[in-house]
């Protein structure tokens, strides 16, 4: 298995921009597809975005389309998640998860992303 490390979360005010990063340990990290997924309070994880193994086919929730960018550079290990004109509903833990499109086999530890009104 990869083992996953987020960074990049904060605080920041609406409309704002934060990149989030996943970066994946081990030789294997480029066979994996990588999804990011968040968690708010009291509400159920949601899938956010992912990005195939060949960086080839992307996906993203309605909710984040066309704010939300993913991407992916090998020869770093890390998949990214740039967010703009975040709102304070995408106040939440944002995780990143490598294995396919459905399948998620590591899990990074979350990183906490707040956006104040």
């Known amino acids: 298995q990869v083992q996953l490390v987020e960074s990049g979360g904060g605080l920041v005010q609406a409309g704002g921009t934060l990149n989030l990063s996943c970066a994946g340990s081990?030789?294997?990290?480029?066979?994996?597809?990588v999804n990011w997924f968040r968690q708010a309070p009291g509400k159920e994880r949601e899938f956010v975005a992912a990005?195939?193994?060949?960086?080839?086919?992307?996906r993203y929730a309605d909710s984040v389309k066309g704010r939300f960018t993913i991407s992916r550079d090998f020869a770093n290990s890390t998949v990214y998640l740039q967010m703009s004109s975040l709102k304070p509903d995408d106040t939440a833990v944002y995780s990143c998860?490598?294995?396919?499109?459905?399948?998620?086999?590591?899990w990074g530890q979350g990183t906490q992303v707040t956006v104040s009104s």
């Open positions: 998860a490598a294995g396919s499109f459905s399948r998620y086999d590591s």
């Open positions: 081990g030789r294997t990290f480029s066979v994996y597809a």
């Open positions: 990005i195939s193994s060949t960086g080839s086919t992307i």
